[in-house]
């Protein structure tokens, strides 16, 4: 076998294509689209290797469009979670052998074919599925999982080079990252395919076995992922995509004596049932699983007095509405100067009122619509009650319809009391909440950011003076662990913005980051001695 100390291809941001008018990138997408809406997919579970096929499917329809039929994916059961981790557990020893470059090629290739061969292929899965429009989805789809795929194969190459000093006479000491022993469960949202795509794959490539689970809002495009991981070469059963509920999936997986860890992005309260059933069963288990979650946000944006006021408004309704709200890091409390909150109100509304709604295969539509029924009624209950509540206001939108898709209008609540509700739970949807503040009430504003959420993961400070922004971003120092001075509180980017946030936000392991990775392996320390003792006694013996 070869050898040689491997130099990767240097990593950079993916470029993200604008598709306007008359570009030949928008044409390729928009053909995508209609060649993707024109046929019902099947889509199949693959399990070591082989397309698994039930007697039970289910439908998937576009979010802005639910009475047009994508296709059926195949259900699964608890027997196929165990034929899943049968299959990891089969390729774990071909996998964890194989020399590490090889792994990396595996996954270059992939970032390789997911921005050329695939691109508008995941776009368009991701917009018809996800409900995203034409730039939310080349951000995800496109660029952030190429991204995620080329800079964590540069980590890992900086993990394996990390060693021991190398000065001690007569020993040499070396430390090797081993696999973790036994399989882990990936576990992913609905909201971007690069995490559904990175989850498992960041994972697979330390040497690692996955059973990967998507949302099924998001299976529509988890299928196309898989194609990419299958024609870069991925071998069979490293990666085991199933379909299964949420109970079927942790009866199997979590009383697994082989169960190695956990990679989560979804829900707070999810993730600690998760984290407590892991808990309850760690008498099971050969060693001590990793858990890792990125979860729950109730990010914010806070204003100074200084704050530049189209700064703050652009920061606002960016923030707020991309994604119809549907970013974990989504601005959805804004803490205002009442000095700027008429200017900023008038602002905002002009904005919003300038938005197109719509479905994702016009690509004027600004706002799209949510993921689901079950996430459009809860949504709008909150708008609801805020309508008929005295100590709110819906100021901005409120309107709401799901006759044709789930469409919500960006809307602004004003709360009168800074413990309404909406300043403090996770609502996941187009709505914002703002309170406004007396501007000398500067200090206990930062108090009320801090302690108003249980969440810690992202958060933006828009101001022009510097003393203010340095108050800010000590005084809010764990109150984000992505934190913005004059910008939106989303849009992290690979290898720039490592993201995570701690508290109910999750365990900040920082995806995209060698943080993340190195939580797939347990290293192993060696120390060889060339001219070992012979003899017992030390000197002071003597």
């Not at 039929?69 to 699964?76: A, E, N």
């Not at 995203?132 to 496109?142: G, L, M, T, V």
């Not at 006479?169 to 949202?189: D, I, S, Y």
Request: charged residues 20%; glycine residues 8%; hydrophobic residues 40%.
């Amino acid at each position: 076998m070869l050898k040689g100390f491997f130099n990767v291809p240097a990593p950079s941001n993916e470029p993200v294509y604008s598709y306007a008018p008359g570009t030949k990138e928008r044409t390729l997408l928009e053909e995508a689209i209609q060649a993707a809406r024109a046929q019902e997919a099947d889509i199949p579970m693959y399990i070591g290797g082989q397309e698994i096929r039930t007697d039970k499917r289910s439908k998937i329809t576009p979010p802005h469009d639910h009475q047009h039929v994508l296709g059926y994916y195949h259900q699964g059961t608890t027997a196929h979670v165990e034929q899943a981790i049968d299959a990891s557990l089969a390729a774990k020893a071909n996998w964890e052998n194989l020399p590490w470059e090889q792994r990396a090629a595996i996954f270059l290739k992939a970032a390789e074919l997911a921005s050329t061969k695939y691109r508008y292929a995941l776009n368009a899965a991701t917009m018809l599925g996800q409900s995203k429009n034409p730039y939310q989805a080349e951000i995800d789809s496109a660029c952030e999982f190429t991204d995620f795929l080329r800079f964590n194969v540069t980590y890992m190459s900086e993990i394996y080079a990390q060693q021991p000093p190398a000065n001690s006479k007569g020993v040499w000491n070396r430390v090797e990252q081993r696999p973790l022993e036994g399989f882990v469960f990936a576990l992913t949202p609905f909201n971007f395919t690069a995490i559904a795509g990175n989850l498992p794959s960041c994972v697979a490539m330390m040497g690692n076995v996955v059973v990967w689970k998507p949302s099924n809002a998001q299976i529509y495009s988890a299928n196309v992922l898989m194609k990419v991981f299958q024609e870069a070469g991925l071998p069979d059963g490293v990666i085991n995509l199933v379909y299964v509920s949420g109970p079927d999936a942790g009866d199997v997986i979590f009383k697994h004596p082989d169960f190695a860890g956990i990679h989560f992005t979804g829900s707070t309260g999810v993730f600690q049932n998760i984290w407590k059933s892991i808990g309850e069963n760690i008498h099971r288990y050969k060693t001590y699983p990793r858990i890792v979650g990125e979860t729950g946000g109730k990010d914010f944006i806070l204003a100074h007095p200084s704050a530049d006021i189209a700064v703050l408004n652009t920061a606002l309704v960016r923030g707020a509405f991309e994604y119809q709200g549907q970013k974990c890091s989504a601005a959805s409390r804004a803490y205002i100067p009442v000095s700027l909150w008429g200017d900023l109100r008038a602002r905002m509304e002009k904005d919003i009122q300038s938005f197109k709604i719509g479905g994702t295969e016009d690509f004027g539509n600004f706002i799209n619509a949510v993921i689901d029924e079950k996430a459009f009624d809860k949504i709008t209950s909150y708008i609801d009650r805020a309508k008929n509540n005295a100590d709110a206001e819906v100021v901005i939108g409120g309107d709401y319809d799901k006759s044709k898709g789930y469409f919500i209008h960006p809307t602004v609540i004003l709360a009168k009391t800074p413990d309404y509700e909406t300043l403090s739970e996770e609502l996941f949807g187009p709505v914002l909440t703002v309170y406004v503040y007396e501007d000398e009430k500067w200090a206990e504003t930062l108090e009320l950011v801090d302690k108003t959420s249980i969440y810690a993961l992202t958060g933006s400070i828009i101001a022009q003076d510097r003393y203010a922004i340095q108050e800010a971003t000590h005084a809010l120092r764990n109150a984000a662990g992505n934190f913005y001075i004059n910008d939106k509180c989303t849009g992290a980017v690979v290898g720039q913005q490592p993201f995570g946030g701690a508290r109910g936000s999750g365990t900040n392991d920082k995806a995209g980051s060698m943080i993340n990775l190195l939580r797939w392996v347990s290293p192993r320390t060696i120390k060889e001695t060339f001219n070992p003792d012979t003899d017992y006694r030390y000197p002071f013996l003597g």
